[in-house]
């Protein structure tokens, strides 16, 4: 898959289409060209619940166009790649970019084009060879093994596995033509513990760019299953205000959050409540945040960014003190700075930021020991709604989790909610945990937080 | 399209000669592919063809720095024995990628078999439930981006306070077709549109939000109503300064008043998740057997129709071709039905109720609300406030969220008030509302006449699938419910 015919088919394609766009009157454009090919089962029970296979491939043409005063910008995008339909494309984006104000940050970047082409071991070719039947039996034996746990597990959502495998190639008027290749698979059961009380679900996965780094199918399904049992017998906490101890799976959230809101476009529109925080403390001094794009098999990983610039390590936070945005070219213009190469771009949306593999750096604690030294509190392990708002950075989300009395897991949690102010939030983390689990691009261990307000009864 | 074809017929019409004109998709041609998937040991199948364009226009600093394009197509072949379901999707529509397609999916069956063919024939109606004058796609973009700078000086002359304005226009136009081997045929032809206003407020070193939008099955020229724009820019406008005022939520357990229209998101989180077929078959849901029991106080009705005129969330046909229709879900407090596609009515035994939906052709269907409310009730919406002595009014919200099994929802207030004394009181900011799904609906008190449905924003999100839907109520009071702030 790395260096094949049906890559250097593509890299054609692209680099037509970005011939057609510059002849029909673009002054600068970039190609993005994606081809993908998914397979997703789910289990549930005895039965297979349904199989999916997919082939996909997605163009995206963004047109720029010089005028008075900067360049005018559109994207189009389709999935037909026939050699007619990219030319009518390529027309298209010229004449709606002409529609369009001329911006003078708009534009590719001036220099630092991505040169290397470092092997972040984004796949594994053998994977490909891999027949569905034998995802089909991983999600059968993490299904069984939740299943088998306890007689309390009654019933389940399911079991997932997935595996997708992409080609990625894109190609810009600054000469830049770069492709590569990766994947990704998953392992996914939501298995329903049951008893007088009621029911209750929860969740475990696995994630990786290569199935050897899966971990075992059936360890997944006992750890699904372990968590819905723990959570039955729930009930609602009075209200208060308490520590609050965030789990390896709660916790990413609050830093994909925060990352967020260090994100170049709310800087410039002002939109986070970060935006006059440059250089200064804004978390306690034991918080670093790190952003790499070139973790070797690192979910988040590539060579390149969306705008061809080399992805690379970015400190956000360091010791508490906000270090970095993180900044594609027209934000960083906006702020009279240099991308930190963040860009990140679907085939029909043009370049925005986005985080690549984001982690709180852990400290010396285990979960266990966190929870054994907390005396009174709350141990978040799953989150619901929506209630952050990133301008003022105020929080309030739905929780479930379990009650700490003594150092000991006292019942289960539910129906309460935990408020705070995020920028008291980071500064109040008073713990970080030891543990630093990858289930997707943004992993954290855990944290505790010295005080929230928890609404229940 | 011909010409003549986009202008006559129905929906079912104009879309059936969209596929057969520009992939020649004919009805033999139809059949023969669906005889490929049931050439195994499969009981049905159906293919879904879809085509969408969709154009996006955005605004924020003055200008419109980006225009987007952007064309969908594809087809997704399905295969369904007993509860398995084998899919397979292709963004090529030829025949021959049908037919692959269909031979993948029709693989979840070990062994084929002779099978009877397939004759297809129409089955939709002579409804259109949102006809209009012109695609919304094709209205030229110089006059999306003249309106969006027309709202932009608009929004910035209500308050000087108003930094930032960022609105968008987005406009879709989808067709579809679906064919099954139960012989089956329907097209439907769907235009969605939507005018999005955020705002940014700044007092001093505060800053606050405010957001409203708006949309449809309509023209796009409603939106493009002064009466109609303005007012919907008045509001974003209103809720960012209301927000610069607004104090710290209180947290507990108090009385709630729900406002009219969008609150209505409590039903779709509280109880429409629940009451989904798939869920309920499964015996996951918090509603599972309880069918014919109370899961309401006296005097809720709750209905989930999809056949409103011009709504965000409505449907000619379902997206397995099943008409929509109204589904009375809870009738005076008592469970009375669930939300079914095909698969899952089969399954339970049930009629299927037009709630089939997917998000695209790369998408299985699932059962899916359309547009969810609460019947309106007697009382007065002033008199419901002043029942309550001290609690919070909670007028707009954010998004929702729930779990099916334990039942618990939650959902985030946008604009909201402390009820003092039976009046209105100071804005509150940062509520968010949790509860139980199958008790929230027994704790309501009072129910209002005002019932109004929603502006036309929300988007459901299931298995990773986001589909159009609407909600509604009435002024509604719900005894006891908790609320997540920061102060004590």
């Known amino acids: 898959m790395n260096d094949d015919a049906r890559g250097q088919a593509l890299e054609a394609i692209a680099l037509q289409a970005l011939e057609a766009v510059c002849k029909a009157g673009a002054s600068q454009a970039d190609v993005l060209l994606v081809e993908g090919d998914d397979r997703e089962v789910r289990v549930r029970g005895e039965e297979i619940d349904f199989v999916k296979q997919a082939q996909g491939r997605g163009l995206g043409i963004r047109a720029l166009v010089a005028a008075q005063g900067g360049f005018q910008t559109a994207i189009v995008s389709t999935s037909d790649l026939a050699p007619q339909a990219i030319e009518r494309m390529a027309h298209e984006a010229v004449a709606l970019a002409r529609e369009t104000a001329p911006d003078p940050q708009a534009g590719l970047p001036e220099s630092g084009l991505a040169t290397d082409r470092p092997d972040l071991a984004l796949f594994d070719p053998a994977d490909q060879d891999v027949p569905i039947a034998a995802r089909i039996e991983d999600a059968r034996r993490a299904e069984q093994a939740a299943r088998a746990t306890d007689p309390r597990i009654t019933n389940s959502e399911g079991s997932q596995a997935s595996s997708g495998f992409a080609r990625i190639v894109y190609a810009s008027s600054q000469d830049f033509l770069g492709r590569y290749a990766s994947a990704s698979h998953g392992l996914f059961s939501e298995p329903i513990a049951q008893d007088t009380g009621g029911m209750q679900r929860d969740h475990w996965s696995t994630t990786g760019r290569r199935l050897r780094d899966l971990e075992d199918a059936a360890a997944v399904g006992r750890e699904a299953a372990r968590r819905a049992l723990r959570r039955l017998g729930a009930r609602r906490v009075a209200t208060g205000e308490v520590p609050v101890l965030f789990d390896s799976r709660t916790a990413p959230s609050l830093i994909g959050q925060l990352a967020a809101c260090a994100n170049g476009y709310s800087i410039y529109r002002q939109s986070s409540f970060l935006h006059e925080s440059m250089g200064e403390r804004i978390a306690s001094a034991s918080v670093t945040i790190i952003d790499d794009g070139r973790l070797p098999g690192g979910l988040g990983s590539k060579p390149f960014d969306g705008e061809g610039l080399p992805t690379r390590r970015n400190v956000l936070v360091r010791e508490g003190r906000l270090e970095s945005w993180l900044l594609d070219c027209y934000s960083a213009r906006k702020l009279g700075l240099a991308s930190t190469g963040s860009a990140a771009r679907g085939t029909g949306s043009a370049p925005r930021v986005g985080t690549t593999n984001l982690w709180l750096e852990p400290g010396e604690k285990t979960l266990a020991e966190l929870i054994a030294e907390l005396d009174r509190g709350l141990l978040v392990t799953e989150l619901i709604g929506m209630g952050f708002n990133p301008t003022t950075g105020d929080y309030s989300r739905g929780a479930a989790g379990l009650w700490i009395e003594g150092g000991e897991i006292a019942h289960a949690v539910e129906e309460i909610t935990i408020a705070g102010r995020m920028q008291d939030m980071l500064l109040g983390i008073d713990r970080i945990g030891s543990e630093l689990v990858w289930h997707g691009r943004t992993a954290s261990p855990p944290i505790r937080i010295a005080s929230m307000t928890v609404a229940g009864e | ?488």
């Open chain 2, 1 to 488: 399209m011909s010409q003549k074809s986009a202008q006559d017929g129905g929906a079912d019409a104009r879309g059936l000669a969209f596929f057969h004109d520009r992939y020649d998709l004919s009805d033999p041609a139809l059949e023969r592919i669906l005889e490929t998937a049931l050439a195994r040991r499969v009981d049905a199948a159906d293919l879904y063809f879809e085509h969408t364009t969709t154009d996006s226009v955005s605004l924020e600093e003055g200008i419109v720095k980006s225009g987007d394009r952007h064309v969908e197509q594809g087809v997704g072949v399905r295969a369904i024995r007993g509860e398995r379901q084998g899919y397979a999707h292709s963004d090529d529509i030829t025949l021959d990628s049908a037919r692959l397609a269909a031979s993948t999916a029709g693989a979840i069956a070990d062994a084929s078999r002779p099978h009877a063919p397939v004759a297809l024939a129409s089955r939709a109606g002579a409804r259109d439930l949102y006809p209009v004058a012109l695609a919304p796609t094709e209205i030229p973009v110089t006059q999306k981006v003249a309106w969006l700078g027309e709202v932009d000086r608009y929004a910035r002359a209500r308050d000087p306070r108003i930094q930032q304005v960022m609105a968008s226009v987005v406009c879709q136009y989808k067709r579809m077709l679906v064919a099954a081997s139960d012989g089956t045929r329907v097209a439907d032809v769907l235009p969605l549109v939507r005018l999005n206003v955020q705002v940014i407020a700044a007092d001093g070193k505060r800053r606050e939000v405010g957001y409203q939008g708006a949309g449809g099955r309509f023209d796009l020229a409603q939106m493009q109503d002064p009466a109609r724009w303005q007012s919907l820019v008045d509001e974003a406008v209103r809720i960012a300064l209301l927000n610069l005022e607004a104090r710290p939520c209180p947290a507990g357990t108090m009385d709630v008043v729900l406002g009219p229209g969008w609150p209505g998101i409590l039903l779709h989180e509280a109880i429409g998740h629940g009451l989904e077929g798939d869920f309920n078959r499964k015996r996951t849901s918090a509603f599972s057997d309880k069918l014919g029991q109370r899961v309401a106080a006296p005097g809720v009705t709750v209905v989930d129709d999809g056949t409103l005129p011009a709504r965000r969330g409505s449907l000619n046909v379902d997206d397995e071709g099943t008409p929509t229709r109204r589904n009375v879900l809870i009738e005076n407090g008592v469970l009375t039905g669930y939300m079914q596609d095909r698969l899952n009515a089969k399954l339970m035994g049930m009629e299927p109720t037009g709630n089939g939906r997917r998000e695209s052709y790369a998408h299985l269907p699932l059962p899916r609300m359309t547009n969810t409310f609460m019947l309106a009730g007697q009382d007065d919406p002033e008199e419901i406030l002043r029942s309550v002595r001290n609690g919070l009014y909670a007028v707009s919200f954010g998004g929702g969220q729930v779990d099916i099994t334990s039942g618990k929802f939650v959902f985030s207030a946008s604009e909201a008030y402390r009820i003092e004394d039976g009046r209105i009181g100071t804005p509150v900011k940062g509520a968010t509302l949790i509860g139980n799904g199958p008790d929230v609906l027994m704790r309501v008190s009072r129910i209002g006449h005002d019932l109004a449905l929603d502006e036309g924003v929300g988007t459901c999100g299931k298995d990773g699938q986001g589909v159009p839907v609407g909600v509604g109520l009435p002024t509604i009071r719900v005894d006891a419910l908790t609320v997540g702030g920061t102060e004590g």
